[in-house]
């Protein structure tokens, strides 16, 4: 129901895009969100957008480097990372919320991707 892409090998600095491509049921009404996971580590919020794409929440450490949208159209989610460091190495997730908001509790998610690897290298 959900499938995230985009991931890959860049360098500190650089940028990726990543998409998430979710089914019209699971997402028309609901918040979505990114969250992370780094090796040895907890999986933890990155970003967040409301049902209609109004209200966006961002982790304190990708703040002004990504942007989070979606189109409500074709039910798919992006996350713009723009200069992007060797911390930000992890395996991303996107997910759907149970509710019109979204936020960075991952209990709120109902719904999960599979994952797509983010490799900064520095």
């Known amino acids: 129901q959900l499938q995230a892409s985009g991931g890959g090998l860049v360098q500190a600095g650089g940028s990726l895009r990543l998409s998430c491509a979710a089914s019209?049921?699971?997402?028309?009404?609901?918040?979505m969100g990114w969250f992370r996971q780094a090796p040895g580590k907890e999986r933890e919020f990155v970003a967040s957008?409301?049902?209609?794409?109004?209200?966006?929440i961002y982790a304190d450490n990708v703040q002004g480097r990504f942007t989070i949208s979606r189109d409500k159209a074709d039910s798919t989610m992006y996350l713009q990372m723009n200069n992007l460091k060797p911390e930000d190495t992890a395996v991303y997730y996107c997910?759907?919320?149970?509710?019109?908001?979204?936020?960075?509790?991952?209990?709120?998610?109902?719904?999960w991707g599979q994952g797509t690897l983010v490799t900064v290298s520095s």
């Open positions: 957008v409301s049902w209609s794409g109004g209200t966006t």
């Open positions: 019209r049921r699971t997402s028309s009404n609901n918040g």
């Open positions: 997910a759907v919320s149970r509710f019109s908001d979204a936020g960075r509790d991952k209990t709120n998610y109902a719904y």
